[in-house]
Each structure stands twice: as structure tokens, then as C-alpha cells.
């Protein structure tokens, strides 16, 4: 191709209603651009033969690439294939990989099949098919009439194999990408996003190749950089630079890049130093240890946690004293270092860390929803807290609390604590 012009379709009722958003064309648009190839529509189609049969007449005039996802499953609703081929009018053949695949999978299972699922293992003739290692249904690529086609099924686990493993070896092999794009996100806690522009105004003005895009999200603060080169190699050392100059000026506040987040972040630190974790939480409910313990290998680093809603359950269960909770309250600097103190030593853990508050709607113990006491005790040192106020829904408020306890640990730990 000497330009790529290419276009991104979701098919599915659902994208239409709002159920589920289209992640899928996000992904798959980065995932090109990585590449060079331009982007140059999203479609979403609900599933109806005669309106996706125009789109795909609409697409083949204008793209030269068309990645079509979702639409590919055993139901009547799932009609992709029959779509596009008032386009392509080839016949269909079975995929015996596929029909093999499915069969095994229900076998395993111990359930009966029915006939509609053979439906998956339906590819074009003269199709380039694609091992779906994920999922039953294989992906499949044709070209038609100038056009380079791909089919994938909506699932995005499934999705992404085979764009990674199938799709864009393909491309490399058969066409020239001739420009390759690289973006990396760095991710950076404990600045706004406002002051982090600022520091780095200068770099942001003067951006050729690559580019700096600042991004917030909750708690968080990212730059996403996209370098382009005659290589990957080229795209990553052009990368490399840049981010080494944004680091020698906020580099006190990054804990890391692309997908890693800040609870894998603090994982790590822990146990380089072969430290665990306790929690006690009131009005948190139990996120901080749960988010904790969803990453692989936790029992190495989390001992435990336990959630203390009520005065009673924070002195019985807890055990706080109760002179801490009668004369300052159960939302007290006082009462946090307590919950610290007491999670630290009930579960045998290097790090114990608390919270009480007030989530809202409405005031408890006269202090304002959004009002947070983080309590941390490390060791053998006296424990310490953190008061914030945070602005939000009583979710919002749950959220960001643990986001900041995890900032909170963070910078306290990657400071050699």
C-alpha cells in the first residue's frame, strides 16, 4: 500500500446502547498507530444484515484496511460474515481447527453442543486464517479487490492475540510499514497535573519528535510520549532520551510506565525489602487490601486486613481502646494511628495502615463528607497520619482515599524508609 487508510468497525447492538463501550477500536487504533497506519474512521454498527451490508460497501470505497470486530459467534444476531459477503460472494468452507476446537471444548465441559456453534469455525474461501489461542472462533483475513479485510471476534482478550499474534504479522510480512510509531505512558503520583505541566513547559513547547501529551486520571498524573522512526529501534532510543530529560526534572514523582499501576508499584517496593502489609479500614470497605491481594503472588507481601465500620466493632474486633474512640472519636488522627497499631500487630505485618473517615452523604461525628484520616505505622516507628479532604460522590471519595494511601506508601518507601 503506498498510504494506509484505515478503518475500525464494531458490530454489536450493544456498542449502539450504550451497554459496553467500544475499547476495542481504542485499543486497535493505538495498536496502528504504533505502526504507522493512519486511522481514518470508527464505525459502530448495531447487528441488522442491511445496514451492516451499507457499511461495508461504504467502508471498501473509502479504506484500504478495514478491521471489522464482533459479529462472529453462533447466534442469529451474529452476522458479520453474512454481511460483508454481499460484497465479497465467495463460498464458505469449515475450518477443521476450529470445528475440532469447539467440539473438544464442550466435551471437556461435559455439555452438549448445538449445531449453531459450528457457525464459529465458517471462514471465507481463500481466507488467511488466524489460531484464535484464547477463544473458539479464528479470526480470518481476506483481500478483496484492493482491500485488505480483517475479522475478529469482539472479545477483547481474543481480540488482541490475534491483532498481536496474526494481524500485524501479516501486514509486515505481505506490505512495507514503513513508518514505526512508539508511545509509552510514564505515570507519576503526588503532583497535579496543572504543576507537572508547568515543570515541564518547556519541553512541552518545544515538542517535535517525539510528542508530550500530559493526561490526568484519578489521583494520577501521566505523560504519554509518541516518538516515530525508520525503526522500532529509532522510535525506542528517541523514547529513551525524552524521558530521561522529563525525569531529571519530575522524576521524584514517577513510579513507573504503561500498564503498571500504582498498587503493583507499591507491591514491589514491599517486597524488595521483604517487608508485608496489613490493613484495617472503616470507610474504605475493604478496597485498599483488595486491590492488594488481587495481584499475583500477594501472599508473600499481605498478611491480612480486616474491615471495622462501627465505634463497637473498631474496640472488639479491632481492638482499639476505647479511651482513644470516646474522647477523640472514631474519626480522629488518633483513632487512625490506633487501627495502624493495631493492624500491624494482629496481623503480624512490617507496614500497617488504616483508614476512618466520613464517605457522606451527609456529616458524621460533625466533621464534613470527604473528610479522611490515613493512618501508617512502620516497624518499630511511632505511628503517623495523613488528613485529607476530598471532594466527590461517596464512591468517588472511597477511590481516591486508597489511591492517595497507595501514593502515601509510595513516596514513604521509595525514600529508603
Known amino acids: 500500500m503506498t498510504q494506509w487508510k484505515s478503518e475500525i468497525i464494531g458490530v454489536g447492538t450493544e456498542l449502539l446502547l450504550g451497554q459496553i463501550a467500544n475499547t476495542n477500536a481504542q485499543w486497535i487504533s493505538e495498536q496502528l498507530a504504533f505502526h504507522g497506519i493512519s486511522v481514518y474512521y470508527h464505525t459502530a454498527a448495531g447487528d441488522n444484515q442491511d445496514r451492516l451490508a451499507a457499511l461495508f460497501r461504504t467502508a471498501q470505497e473509502r479504506s484500504n484496511l478495514i478491521i471489522v470486530t464482533g459479529g462472529l459467534g453462533p447466534t442469529e444476531d451474529d452476522l458479520t460474515k453474512e454481511a460483508v459477503n454481499t460484497l465479497f460472494r465467495r463460498p464458505f468452507r469449515t475450518d477443521e481447527t476450529a470445528k475440532e476446537k469447539i467440539e473438544n471444548f464442550y466435551k471437556k465441559n461435559r455439555q452438549s453442543m448445538t449445531s449453531n456453534n459450528y457457525k464459529q469455525a465458517q471462514v471465507f474461501e481463500q481466507a488467511h486464517i488466524l489460531t484464535n489461542e484464547e477463544g473458539m472462533a479464528p479470526g480470518q483475513i481476506v483481500e478483496h479487490e484492493g482491500r485488505v479485510w480483517v475479522f475478529l471476534p469482539g472479545v477483547p482478550v481474543e481480540m488482541k492475540q490475534l491483532m498481536r499474534d496474526g494481524v500485524?504479522?501479516?501486514?509486515?510480512?505481505?506490505?512495507?510499514?514503513?513508518?514505526?510509531?512508539?508511545?509509552?505512558?510514564?505515570?507519576?503520583?503526588?503532583?497535579?497535573?496543572?504543576?507537572?505541566?508547568?515543570?515541564?513547559?518547556?519541553?512541552?513547547?518545544?515538542?517535535?519528535?517525539?510528542?508530550?501529551?500530559?493526561?490526568?486520571?484519578?489521583?494520577?498524573?501521566?505523560?504519554?510520549?509518541?516518538?516515530?522512526?525508520?525503526?522500532?529501534?529509532?522510535?525506542?532510543?528517541?523514547?529513551?532520551?525524552?524521558?530521561?530529560?522529563?525525569?531529571?526534572?519530575?522524576?521524584?514523582?514517577?513510579?513507573?510506565?504503561?500498564?503498571?499501576?500504582?498498587?503493583?508499584?507499591?507491591?514491589?517496593?514491599?517486597?524488595?525489602?521483604?517487608?508485608?502489609?496489613?490493613?484495617?479500614?472503616?470507610?474504605?470497605?475493604?478496597?485498599?487490601?483488595?486491590?492488594?491481594?488481587?495481584?499475583?503472588?500477594?501472599?508473600?507481601?499481605?498478611?491480612?486486613?480486616?474491615?471495622?465500620?462501627?465505634?463497637?466493632a473498631k474496640e472488639k474486633a479491632l481492638g482499639v481502646s476505647p479511651y482513644v474512640t470516646n474522647r477523640y472519636g472514631t474519626i480522629s488522627a488518633e483513632c487512625a494511628e490506633a487501627m495502624a497499631e493495631r493492624a500491624q500487630h494482629i496481623f503480624n505485618s512490617n507496614v500497617g495502615i488504616s483508614f476512618t473517615g466520613v464517605a457522606g452523604p451527609s456529616k458524621s461525628e460533625n466533621q464534613d463528607p470527604g473528610s479522611v484520616y490515613i493512618g501508617v505505622k512502620i516497624g518499630e516507628d511511632r505511628a503517623w497520619h495523613r488528613f485529607i479532604h476530598l471532594q466527590g460522590s461517596r464512591e468517588q471519595v472511597q477511590n481516591k482515599a486508597v489511591k492517595k494511601a497507595y501514593q502515601l506508601l509510595f513516596h514513604t518507601l521509595n525514600n529508603g524508609v
Open 168 to 312: 500485524f504479522p501479516y501486514l509486515r510480512e505481505r506490505y512495507v510499514l514503513s513508518t514505526e510509531i512508539k508511545s509509552e505512558m510514564l505515570r507519576f503520583i503526588g503532583i497535579g497535573e496543572s504543576a507537572l505541566e508547568d515543570l515541564l513547559s518547556e519541553r512541552i513547547s518545544n515538542q517535535t519528535n517525539p510528542t508530550i501529551a500530559p493526561l490526568a486520571s484519578l489521583g494520577e498524573v501521566g505523560v504519554r510520549l509518541t516518538a516515530s522512526g525508520a525503526s522500532l529501534e529509532e522510535a525506542d532510543d528517541l523514547l529513551a532520551k525524552e524521558r530521561e530529560r522529563i525525569l531529571e526534572i519530575v522524576g521524584d514523582y514517577y513510579y513507573g510506565s504503561d500498564d503498571i499501576t500504582i498498587e503493583q508499584k507499591v507491591f514491589e517496593l514491599l517486597k524488595e525489602r521483604g517487608w508485608t502489609i496489613s490493613a484495617a479500614e472503616s470507610l474504605t470497605g475493604g478496597q485498599f487490601i483488595n486491590q492488594m491481594i488481587s495481584l499475583p503472588g500477594a501472599s508473600g507481601v499481605c498478611t491480612g486486613g480486616m474491615v471495622s465500620y462501627t465505634k463497637e
